[in-house]
């Protein structure tokens, strides 16, 4: 199923209530904060920011901070790195590529 095609039946929604519950129960839960922040960045790729914010109450630097904190709670993740790589590709893909390649140089480099 196509991304917009889920959001457009309301699965969008229900995946980042689910998601919110599990960081309100667990904060500490990395891989919910990384798939937040990726449900953030994929909002505003598909339908834009200011449409995102208004319907999901999505923001750039909402999955900005959701991915910075992942990284925080589990620094060695490969997942982890390539999901950010890829959210910050969708945010801004001009921009953003150097600070992926910076974060996956931070990550490799603190798991030795």
């Known amino acids: 199923m196509k ?3 889920s ?10 209530a689910a998601l919110e519950r599990t ?6 839960h990395a891989d919910a904060h990384l798939a937040l922040a990726t449900f953030n960045a994929e909002v505003i790729d598909k339908v834009g920011e200011v449409v995102g914010a208004m319907t999901y109450g999505v923001s750039k630097s909402t999955a900005l ?13 490969l997942v982890g ?3 950010t790589a ?5 945010l801004d893909p001009e921009h953003q ?3 992926a390649e910076d974060r996956k140089s931070t990550r490799l480099n603190s798991s030795h």
Not at 65 to 77: F, Q, W
């Open 65 to 77: 901070a959701l991915y910075d904190r992942a990284a925080t709670l589990n620094p060695g993740s």
């Open 81 to 83: 790195m390539l999901e």
């Open 23 to 28: 960081l309100s129960l667990n904060p500490q």
């Open 7 to 16: 959001l457009a039946l309301g699965l969008g929604a229900r995946a980042q």
């Open 86 to 90: 890829r959210g910050l590709m969708m």
């Open 3 to 5: 991304r917009t095609h």
């Open 97 to 99: 590529q150097s600070r």
